[in-house]
């Protein structure tokens, strides 16, 4: 069985800092992508940055330049690098693993809340 785990997540003041990470344990066969999601409430999920497995990152437009999305292949790890926060970012973040060839699978971390709040 596959658990993404994530952690890092917490309060912190407008213009912080925080790094997410997300470890994954169980066999799989490697994803072709990772990214972080993010639900405020009275939202739908949506993303805020993803890698593919050849090192392809894209980002939301309202994270660009603020947040890194990074991965540890060896340790089957993704990480967010969440600079210059804003109210606005607070949200749950949520970890993603998929794969778009065979075998296909998708896979969600429980996520981690982040409130950003003087």
């Known amino acids: 069985q596959v658990q993404l785990v994530e952690s890092g997540g917490g309060l912190v003041q407008p213009g912080g800092s925080l790094r997410l990470s997300c470890a994954a344990s169980?066999?799989?066969?490697?994803?072709?992508?990772m990214g972080w999601y993010r639900q405020a409430p009275g939202k739908q999920r949506e993303l805020v940055a993803g890698?593919?497995?050849?090192?392809?990152?894209n980002y939301a437009d309202s994270v660009k330049a603020r947040f890194t999305i990074s991965r540890d292949n060896a340790k089957n790890t993704v990480y967010l690098q969440a600079n210059n926060l804003e109210p606005a970012d607070t949200a749950v973040y949520y970890c993603?693993?998929?794969?778009?060839?065979?075998?296909?699978?998708?896979?969600w971390g429980q996520g981690t809340q982040v409130t950003v709040s003087s």
């Open positions: 169980g066999r799989f066969f490697a994803p072709s992508a």
């Open positions: 890698i593919t497995s050849d090192g392809r990152t």
């Open positions: 993603n693993f998929k794969r778009t060839w065979a075998p296909t699978y998708e896979y």
